[in-house]
């Protein structure tokens, strides 16, 4: 079993983050806010250059034919710079759910840089940003099917909306559980570096604010709570790795899969939950304005802690697998 990641894993993640670094994501997503989609297209079709989205799907499909290991890594990098979009869905849970589904058609699209979205009731009822997906899915019971969002509804992340989607075209019988699985570690890891950068922000911020001609980090207590979120930051993200290493069956017992990922996905909206709230306590009322970077990625945080699976329903696979 692999514990640490490989040189690869480390040159993806570094080439998708310089590709980020010059996006101006921030700006990205305030533009999502009010409508506008195209800045984000642009950074979607550079994170399509980078090989992002065709990292799940096989070398038959036009895809890069990697692991769930690549996966996380990739899409921990786009968590930490907040990139708006069905980021779960298109890199994670729909290959898989086609692949699985033995629909092949639409995997070269993908791999191509089209994006995807689909609602799995009952724990992902609302397929998200229908109106920038090319493809959108619905499983309904074992049936997966073409799907036609109605009605989007703003979420508590501006940069995101949620559409109940109606069936169209009858596509194959699937057992959607490895989906979910995909789609709620991909959560996970978006988590992880939104986590990681809500830490970041509030500790520069803690390193140039003042008070009583001292800056506010040198205090005990600023500290204590910096150093609370880094320790559960850096404890989940060995959860979410070993959830990616057991979904590839890599370790003694590959059953217990859809524990691990639950567990990674508990920890994670901790971690995430955690920085948030630091960091609101750290920059006081600034930090929930728009104008403010940290508002991008607490909002974000708050959407994402109940997607693909709420904290109670993961808690309670993680129950259900050590009880029985």
Do not use: C
């Amino acid at each position: 079993m692999r514990f640490l990641l490989e040189d690869e894993h480390r040159d993806l993640a570094s080439s998708i983050d310089a590709m980020l670094a010059k996006s101006d994501v921030p700006a990205v997503i305030r533009a999502w806010n009010t409508g506008d989609l195209e800045p984000g297209r642009k950074v979607w079709s550079r994170l399509a250059e980078t090989g992002v989205n065709a990292l799940l799907i096989s070398d038959d499909n036009g895809g890069m034919g990697a692991g769930a290991v690549e996966m996380v890594v990739a899409v921990e990098t786009l968590g930490r710079y907040g990139v708006p979009g069905p980021v779960a869905e298109t890199v994670a849970a729909v290959p898989v759910l086609l692949a699985d589904a033995a629909v092949t058609e639409p995997l070269a699209a993908l791999a191509e840089g089209a994006l995807a979205t689909l609602a799995l009731p009952p724990e992902v009822p609302f397929a998200v940003d229908v109106e920038v997906a090319e493809q959108t899915y619905l499983v309904d019971g074992s049936t997966l099917s073409t799907g036609v969002g109605t009605g989007p509804r703003p979420s508590v992340d501006l940069a995101r909306t949620l559409s109940v989607v109606q069936a169209g075209e009858r596509l194959a019988n699937v057992d959607a559980s490895r989906a979910f699985d995909f789609g709620a570690l991909a959560t996970a890891a978006q988590l992880i570096g939104l986590a990681q950068t809500m830490l970041t922000l509030t500790s520069e911020y803690a390193k140039t604010r003042k008070q009583f001609g001292r800056e506010i980090g040198s205090f005990q207590a600023v500290k204590h709570h910096l150093a609370d979120v880094a320790i559960a930051v850096e404890m989940a993200r060995p959860l979410v790795h070993g959830a990616a290493l057991t979904l590839e069956g890599q370790v003694p017992e590959p059953q217990f899969a859809s524990r691990d990922v639950s567990a990674a996905k508990v920890a994670a909206g901790e971690a995430a939950y955690l920085a948030s709230r630091v960091g609101l306590q750290v920059l006081g009322a600034i930090g929930y304005t728009q104008e403010h970077d940290l508002s991008l990625f607490l909002t974000k945080t708050r959407a994402l802690l109940s997607a693909w699976g709420t904290p109670a329903v993961h808690r309670s696979r993680v129950l259900e697998s050590i009880s029985a």
